[in-house]
């Protein structure tokens, strides 16, 4: 049965966060998928200090992957802000003035209030909706902490703290339900194999149709 483990690794001056699985093979890879996950295949028995020495030696690779996945997801550049300004919120678009107090605000003033808005908002969503399948699923995370990011909806960390992306206020609510049910799952199973993917199908067996509104409608997520 193959064994996973979350590792910090220190790459120069950077540190990222690689999951590292213990199975049969006999050499070492690393691979890395679209939402930056970081997976390193090791023969059981590797020590850690073997695996670091791995991933240090492809550092520069690591990075440069890492950095090219951030810039495909780079938001657009921000809008400007006025009454009759669209945004979305779950799904829907909405004018700014249907979303906030516009009043006597200054635009950088209306894009801070609105961001308040959104983290409030996807708190609140998150934590509604969340207890339903930490239910089904039969796990509790430790915490869950809303975040901004440029390349991630949502995260597990080996001390099964969940994140979530403000920006999943703007989506429709069965697509935050996905991100909630993907973060779940990976507290049970910390990569992506077919097991993941079975139990996040077990619960949402549309999933793919979620992911693909993410990847198609994400950019236009943004502030």
């Not at 020590?47 to 950095?67: A, C, F, P, S, Y």
């Not at 635009?107 to 409030?120: H, P």
Request: hydrophobic fraction near 35%; glycine fraction near 6%; charged fraction near 30%.
């Amino acid at each position: 049965m193959e064994t996973m483990v979350a590792m910090k690794i220190e790459i120069g001056s950077e540190s990222i966060d690689a999951h590292v699985q213990y199975g049969k093979g006999k050499k070492m890879s690393i691979h890395i998928d679209v939402s930056g996950f970081i997976t390193v295949k090791a023969p059981k028995g590797t020590t850690d200090e073997r695996v670091r020495q791995t991933v240090e030696q492809h550092g520069t690779w690591i990075l440069e992957k890492i950095r090219s996945l951030e810039e495909a997801r780079s938001l657009p550049k921000a809008r400007e802000y006025q009454d009759e300004g669209t945004f979305l919120y779950l799904g829907k678009t909405y004018l700014l003035h249907e979303l906030i107090d516009t009043g006597e605000l200054s635009e950088e003033e209306l894009r801070q209030q609105l961001k308040k808005f959104y983290f409030a908002s996807c708190k609140k969503i998150i934590g509604e909706r969340i207890e339903g399948y930490q239910t089904r699923l039969k796990v509790k995370p430790k915490s869950i902490e809303i975040v901004e990011s440029k390349t991630k909806w949502g995260s597990c960390s080996a001390s099964k703290m969940l994140t979530f992306n403000y920006r999943l206020a703007m989506a429709p609510l069965d697509v935050i339900d996905y991100v909630i049910i993907h973060e779940l799952c990976h507290l049970t199973h910390m990569n992506h194999d077919r097991s993941f993917w079975r139990r996040v199908g077990s619960i949402m067996p549309d999933y793919k149709a979620k992911q693909e509104f993410l990847e198609r409608h994400g950019q236009a997520m943004t502030l």
